[in-house]
């Protein structure tokens, strides 16, 4: 990592993103990755955790969907809106330097949660931290870098959504497996206060320094303004749709697929770490940054390449999930999930690209909290929330077919004697797996709203152009 530096280079003239140091630029763009990192480290460890929670705190599928889906996703969603229209006009570096020591500070007390309504609560500070991240990080990535870079380096900055989910994999199941699980919650969630006091002491606010323009207060669009200007962009719209179906899928699979490695194919916490960590990392970051470089590429000739790549991307993928579902062994259903995460990480760098490129720079912000609202609070919040439901009611009829006589909710809860574990535990396998076949059928909403967006943002691009021209 390059060292900041404080010297000004280009000609000063507002608007001039290039005029900070192209080290400083570098360094700026790493430490938004290492914040970003920890966002999804803290966020997706409860997915590894999951086992271990679900039968130390006595859980149903249905509530540990909850606690990675809407006890996290329905404070996330609407204190994003908020916070991202102060970031239209305030200092974004204070705003996520903030963010940062609030859902660090919730991570940890997780680990101090003694039932689900408490471990329910802290998930929910944990959203309510990680609202103030996203929004003004993208607004000031869009600041510090030019339009022809913009997609590679939104791109390089979520390759913290692969990296984070992998090592919450990865160092939850690691400590988990020697501490418990409690002890993960304090380890990971502790150091982000430390790297929220060097964010606020080392990340330079452009505005503030005189290299954009500088908001005048109530000079920023009302709400109502931005809505008005982003209704006329009916690819934003399709984006954003495209975005939440497709986050639905990824968030909902990635935080069940733990469970499916577990009780489909008997791997211990360490060894599904592991395999969920090294997938993740090495398929998530390959795609995500071929998808900005891919996007950045071919949108120099036509920019419908925001809508293509993750569309193309995304229907090869699907067949491999479907054969990962029924692999005979871990090994094949790793290596058949492999293909999908990677395709399915192309989205980012695209369509955040074309999001930032489809608004004036003043409703940026706005922009991506309310893309953000929408892919959180149905992607995010239903993903998880959908699979575990479905994961109850699929295992209810698979126990039903074995032959049981109790109920399944009661007699699996309460812990049975042998027999009757292995009836609960072929149950809960085949609950899981029919369930994430079942979600995956959404993904015929993706391929929709990607094709529609191909038609309609060339001129929603131009429109964007000209309105600039006349502003």
């Given amino acids: 990592m390059d060292k900041p530096s404080d010297t000004i280079v280009g000609s000063g003239t507002p608007a001039q993103p290039q005029a900070l140091s192209p080290s400083y630029v570098r360094y700026a763009l790493w430490m938004l990755l290492i914040i970003y990192t920890l966002n999804f480290v803290d966020r997706q460890i409860v997915a590894i955790l999951a086992e271990p929670i679900k039968k130390d705190l006595g859980l149903t599928d249905s509530q540990l969907g909850l606690l990675g889906g809407l006890a996290f996703a329905f404070f996330y969603t609407f204190l994003g809106i908020p916070i991202a229209r102060y970031a239209e006009r ?21 680990g101090a949660a003694q039932s689900f309504g408490q471990l329910l609560l802290a998930r929910i500070g944990v959203g309510v931290g990680e609202a103030g991240c996203t929004p003004p990080a993208h607004s000031l990535i869009s600041d510090y870098v030019g339009p022809e870079k913009r997609a590679s380096a939104l791109a390089f900055y979520s390759l913290g959504v692969p990296v984070g989910s992998a090592l919450g994999f990865i160092v939850g199941a690691l400590i988990a497996q020697q501490f418990g699980w409690r002890a993960a919650f304090f380890a990971v969630g502790l150091p982000g206060v430390i790297l929220g006091i060097i964010a606020w002491v080392t990340l330079k606010e452009p505005r503030n320094l005189g290299l954009v323009t500088q908001p005048k207060a109530g000079s920023a669009p009302s709400f109502g303004d931005a809505l008005k200007e982003l209704s006329k962009k009916k690819s934003y719209w399709y984006s954003v749709f495209a975005a939440t179906t497709i986050s639905f ?33 090495v398929s998530g970051v390959v795609g995500t940054l071929i998808g900005g470089m891919l996007a950045d590429r071919a949108a120099k000739k036509d920019t419908r390449a925001y809508m293509t790549v993750p569309l193309i991307a995304f229907v090869i993928g699907i067949p491999f999930f479907w054969m990962a579902m029924f692999a005979e062994t871990a090994l094949m259903a790793i290596v058949f999930l492999a293909i999908p995460t990677l395709l399915n990480s192309l989205w980012y760098g695209p369509v955040y690209a074309a999001v930032q490129s489809l608004v004036q720079p003043r409703t940026r912000a706005t922009a991506v909290a309310i893309m953000l609202f929408v892919v959180n609070m149905i992607g995010l919040g239903a993903g998880p929330t959908a699979i575990g439901f479905f994961s109850d009611v699929f295992a209810n009829q698979h126990f039903a077919t074995l032959g049981a006589s109790a109920e399944y909710a009661v007699f699996c809860a309460k812990g049975a004697a042998t027999a009757g574990d292995a009836m609960c535990a ?7 797996r029919w369930s994430l076949l079942a979600t995956s059928s959404v993904g015929i909403l993706v391929i929709f709203f990607f094709w529609m967006g191909r038609k309609t943002i060339v001129k929603d691009l131009a429109d964007t152009a000209a309105e600039a021209k006349a502003a």
């Fill in 90 to 110: 305030g200092n974004r570096v204070r705003i996520i330097s903030v963010a940062v020591v609030v859902w660090s500070g919730f991570t940890a007390l997780s």
């Fill in 249 to 281: 899928l990824g968030y909902g699979h990635a935080y069940f697929l733990p469970s499916f490695l577990t009780r489909v194919h008997e791997m211990g916490l360490a060894e599904r770490g592991a395999a969920m960590a090294v997938m993740t990392l």
């Fill in 426 to 432: 072929a149950a809960q396998a085949e609950g899981i």
